[in-house]
């Protein structure tokens, strides 16, 4: 089972498409590697640069569950993602295919490519959770990427981006700049499984994380009195929760980096809860990642309010399931690390436990429904018969 639900398989940017060509003509090679190599790269944003109106982000509060666990649109998505468990977008090598590229740099899930000015990144299948890869879920590269693309277009009114363009749905070219060694992590509620949870650790008794004091009395998946941020220093094997203070006296920021990062990082929590609570979704909590540009711009990174990066719960039941100490309905990867930690020790077990199909499945309609809610707008799934040129 393992070996179906994480096959390697090469992304050729021969099968690329252009994300906003009404042809979806392929993209040729020779194309990208002029395109890498010229100083300025034209914009392809596959999102117009907008700030929606409030009519049209105005949905009803009360997001049907009917709509997450039956139906017609959750039968024909879930059909084509169990045809397409065993060929999930893995690996990628693009490296070996198209010239300019200098060196390939494997992360968690996306595959970063070395394009001189311009990173080229890859947003895989692979699904990663306790600080190691759990398995590969169809379709949740495409999800993230065009997630991310959605949000970076609606939050340039709170902070400039590294986004320069994006020539297919898995993949985006973005300025090269000086990431800054820390993750932003704001949260709206006490909740989560991980070490470096905020319930993990409040219910061990700290009571003041990451320079934050916290009142007693709090309990699982309750809000907090207000929006807080916990910083972590960003390592190869686990983050570490660390004070702004550290920051700091460790030298990874500077104060000035430090107070314009962190101020945007709560500006952009506090907008996304505002959008997401108006799609009928609560967002829980998220990270974010900034990098300093060539010109010394503190620009947004990676990606933005993803279901990899994010808790999102469904408003409508909310209060009722936390009256009754029930976890929330949620939308996001919870429910598959709570079924590793139930099944094994992630952190310690050096094999894990294959991920259920039917779980695997589950979260990539779950991650499909999180963009059609927030983007209003419908999913656009591979051709099979081109995933399986790649």
Known sequence: ??????????????????????????????????LLKKKKIPSIMVYASSKMSSTQHQTPLSLSLQALTDGDRKTEV????????????????LDLTVPGLKSKTRGKVRDIYDGGDYLVLVTTDRQ????????????????????????????????????????????????KCSVFPVEFVVRGYVTGSTDTS????????????????????????QKLPENILTPTTKAADHDVPVTPQEIVQRGLMTQDDY?????????????????????????????????????????????VHTPDSSRYWIADSYEERFEKSLEPDNIDK???RLWFKDHCNPY?????PDAPEELVSEL???????????????FEMPMTKVMNRW
């Not at 495409?142 to 959605?150: A, G, M, R």
Request: hydrophobic share 35%; aromatic share 10%.
């Open 259 to 303: 107070f314009e990062a962190s101020t945007k990082a709560l500006s952009l929590f506090q907008y996304g809860q505002q959008v997401a609570l108006e799609h009928g979704l609560i967002l829980v909590d998220t990270k974010y990642e900034f990098g300093k540009g060539s010109d010394g711009t503190v620009l947004l990174i990676d990606e």
């Open 348 to 352: 310690e077990d050096e094999v894990l």
């Open 364 to 378: 990539a309609w779950r991650y499909i429904f999180l963009y059609e809610t927030i983007t209003k707008s419908k």
């Open 1 to 34: 089972m393992a070996q179906s639900l994480n096959p390697s398989k090469t992304l050729d940017l021969n099968q690329l498409r252009l994300s906003n060509s009404p042809s979806g003509s392929p993209l040729p090679v020779k194309s990208i590697s002029k």
């Open 198 to 221: 905020l319930w993990t650790v409040y219910k061990n008794g700290v009571r003041n994380y990451c320079g934050n004091a916290l009142p007693d009395g709090l309990v699982k998946n």
């Open 128 to 175: 990663s959770a306790f600080d190691r890869i759990l398995a590969s879920i169809p379709f949740k590269g495409q999800v993230l990427n065009e997630t991310s693309l959605w949000w970076f277009s609606e939050t340039q009114h709170i902070t400039p981006n590294a986004v320069v363009s994006s020539p297919d749905k898995n993949v985006t070219i973005a300025k």
């Open 78 to 93: 879930m059909n084509t993602i169990k045809n397409s468990v065993s060929n999930c977008l893995s690996e990628t090598h």
């Open 334 to 336: 919870e429910f598959l």
